[in-house]
């Protein structure tokens, strides 16, 4: 009795190893469960202005790969899981299709419609285009440009800029005043916008201004 005891629980201890076995082997070859897909970047429907921030994420156990479609066409193919990523697209309207495999071929997709436009050039303010001012720390004034997040300004003794008294590429607004101060003369100046991915509008026109501290000398008749 006591063997054949010891015999049922030697059975049950296998068909347990068995069972557990099994578990594991189906939910490893039978995973009918596809990837979490979540498309953080692009968003649907947005208008883009340059370049494009990609930020993708795939939720699996048996993660494989993450595909990327622009218009139709293969582009990318993502082994990692979580992707961040810039893409560069001529203006006018894609499509993006995402694709998330697991190891067992069961797959997820996201469709997103953008819109691609080029960095606009701002408009020039003041100091208007042939100005003359008395201050010697003048302020720039322009347009905001849809899409912008910073400017460039450009201010230069001579119109090719090739040895600009001001050049700063990381103004956060449409204004700026000089810190410097300018000797009395001729100026041009110009400015172009661009993005946090490294995209840049066309400069916009060049005006010209002078700066004459001595301001307009007053002329008396003779007594």
Known sequence: MELKQVKIKKYVSYFLLFFVFLVIACEHFFDFSPPDLDVSHPSDGKTYYGDIPLELSAKDAHFDKIELYIDGTKKKIYKKDYIKDTLSLSPGSHTLLIKAFDVGGNWSKKEVKITIKPLESPRLSSPSNGDTITDNTPSFDWSDVPGAEKYW???????????????????????????????????????????????????????????????????????
């Open 153 to 223: 300004l450009q201010v230069g003794n001579n119109s090719d800029f090739s040895s600009p008294e001001i050049s700063d590429s990381n103004i956060t607004g449409s204004n700026y005043t000089s810190t410097k101060h300018l000797s009395d003369g001729k100026y041009y100046w110009r400015v172009k916008a661009g993005n946090g991915r490294g995209s840049w509008s066309n400069w916009s026109n060049v005006w010209n201004f002078t700066v004459n501290t001595m301001g307009t000398p007053t002329l008396h008749q003779p007594a």
